[in-house]
């Protein structure tokens, strides 16, 4: 059986990164950008961090920051138009993975007009084309989208998150700037970094999973566990920032690659139908679905547990497996995560309607233990 290895071209790291742009845009010949980027980001001057580059390099661009946290169908059509009518060549994507998922939309319908309905996007759609150029520079250390080749849009009219996989999306550069993220509010950085520990475990466990990425994830497993509460609790911290912008994009190498399992699975529909930002979703989910998976990946639980600076000597493998999972639970507590459905407003009356989007994820199929609609039913209640 063959394997799959996608990454970017090029890839900048380090603080201060974001200035190595101009150089980036001149090698690769472009000549005006389409800067997608939200409102938030904008107001606390985020953005701008990165638009003065430009600014002193002379390079024109517009922006478009008509971007939801959770963004939708409209917002990808509203940014098709934005980028035809700038006359831009490229675009270049500050944000989380609402902005860069945005971004991925715009630049694979504007090559590929033949998906201009957006919603044939879902899944592996057959595109043709690269997506126009994206240089891409995240300002939270969790969805790795600068380097993956999924994204995910709300089908409004459905009421469901799309899962978009297409090795044509993936951004031609990422610049991960750490200084890009001091501004991350702690409750943003607890959620985003527990996002990328989510992505870390479930890409290792996925059925997927293979020698190259469990390297991957591993380290990103290991470098979240000993970064996250710094990057949380002193947010201006360069060691904490840069250790977690580096320990995501470690992780989303890989699990573009390989795929994820049934918290990213169950976390969607918490997303299209309640509005929960993603990572609190996963976050919140995560201990709870390893308990499930437990039974089928004992010996790798044993593995994370280790990873996550736990002395598993003298433990039998099952109390190791075990815990992994309690020291997923004691990070996502003491950075703040909600550990209750009913503390995010989501109620047993939900719960069949999240279930029903849950079964038909493009998620869930990779996770390690086969998993039934009547089982994700009590695992959402579990958690309620």
């Given at each position: 059986?063959?394997?799959?290895?996608?990454?970017?071209?090029?890839?900048?790291?380090?603080?201060?990164?974001?200035?190595?742009?101009?150089?980036?845009?001149?090698?690769?010949?472009?000549?005006?950008?389409?800067?997608?980027?939200?409102?938030?980001?904008?107001?606390?001057?985020?953005?701008?961090?990165?638009?003065?580059?430009?600014?002193?390099?002379?390079?024109?661009?517009?922006?478009?920051?008509?971007?939801?946290?959770?963004?939708?169908?409209?917002?990808?059509?509203?940014?098709?138009?934005?980028?035809?009518?700038?006359?831009?060549?490229?675009?270049?994507?500050?944000?989380?993975?609402?902005?860069?998922?945005?971004?991925?939309?715009?630049?694979?319908?504007?090559?590929?007009?033949?998906?201009?309905?957006?919603?044939?996007?879902?899944?592996?759609?057959?595109?043709?084309?690269?997506?126009?150029?994206?240089?891409?520079?995240?300002?939270?250390?969790?969805?790795?989208?600068?380097?993956?080749?999924?994204?995910?849009?709300?089908?409004?009219?459905?009421?469901?998150?799309?899962?978009?996989?297409?090795?044509?999306?993936?951004?031609?550069?990422?610049?991960?700037?750490?200084?890009?993220?001091?501004?991350?509010?702690?409750?943003?950085?607890?959620?985003?970094?527990?996002?990328?520990?989510?992505?870390?475990?479930?890409?290792?466990i996925t059925k997927g999973a293979w020698v190259m990425s469990d390297m991957y994830e591993l380290q990103a497993i290991r470098m979240i566990a000993e970064y996250l509460p710094l990057a949380v609790e002193e947010p201006r911290n360069p060691k904490g920032r840069e250790a977690m912008a580096l320990a995501q994009y470690i992780a989303a190498q890989a699990f573009s690659n390989v795929g994820l399992g049934l918290v990213h699975g169950m976390a969607h529909p918490m997303g299209s139908l309640h509005?929960?930002?993603?990572?609190?979703?996963?976050?919140?989910?995560?201990?709870?679905?390893?308990?499930?998976?437990?039974?089928?990946?004992?010996?790798?639980?044993?593995?994370?547990?280790?990873?996550?600076?736990?002395?598993?000597?003298?433990?039998?493998?099952?109390?190791?497996?075990?815990?992994?999972?309690?020291?997923?639970?004691?990070?996502?507590?003491?950075?703040?995560?909600?550990?209750?459905?009913?503390?995010?407003?989501?109620?047993?009356?939900?719960?069949?309607?999240?279930?029903?989007?849950?079964?038909?994820?493009?998620?869930?199929?990779?996770?390690?233990?086969?998993?039934?609609?009547?089982?994700?039913?009590?695992?959402?209640?579990?958690?309620?």
């Open positions: 059986m063959s394997q799959r290895f996608i990454l970017n071209e090029v890839s900048y790291f380090g603080a201060g990164s974001r200035k190595e742009l101009p150089s980036v845009l001149a090698r690769m010949g472009l000549h005006k950008a389409l800067v997608c980027s939200d409102k938030g980001l904008v107001k606390v001057g985020t953005t701008k961090m990165v638009t003065d580059v430009l600014d002193d390099a002379g390079f024109p661009y517009d922006i478009y920051s008509e971007i939801k946290p959770n963004p939708t169908v409209t917002n990808v059509r509203q940014g098709i138009d934005a980028f035809k009518a700038s006359g831009a060549d490229c675009i270049i994507a500050i944000g989380g993975g609402s902005s860069m998922d945005t971004a991925k939309g715009i630049g694979i319908v504007s090559n590929n007009p033949e998906f201009s309905d957006i919603v044939s996007l879902e899944g592996c759609a057959p595109t043709k084309h690269k997506s126009v150029p994206i240089i891409a520079l995240p300002t939270t250390a969790g969805t790795g989208a600068e380097v993956t080749i999924n994204y995910v849009i709300i089908d409004e009219e459905r009421q469901a998150k799309m899962v978009c996989v297409d090795p044509n999306d993936i951004p031609a550069v990422a610049i991960v700037d750490p200084e890009l993220m001091y501004s991350l509010p702690k409750g943003l950085t607890a959620a985003t970094g527990m996002d990328a520990l989510t992505h870390a475990i479930e890409g290792y509005d929960i930002p993603h990572g609190v979703a996963n976050a919140l989910l995560l201990p709870t679905i390893m308990e499930f998976n437990m039974p089928v990946c004992i010996e790798k639980f044993g593995v994370i547990a280790r990873n996550m600076g736990v002395n598993t000597d003298g433990m039998t493998p099952e109390q190791a497996a075990k815990s992994a999972v309690e020291a997923v639970r004691a990070l996502a507590i003491r950075v703040g995560i909600p550990q209750h459905l009913s503390e995010i407003g989501i109620t047993e009356k939900d719960i069949p309607a999240l279930a029903a989007q849950a079964i038909r994820d493009v998620c869930t199929p990779g996770n390690p233990r086969d998993v039934s609609e009547e089982e994700i039913v009590e695992l959402y209640r579990k958690v309620l």
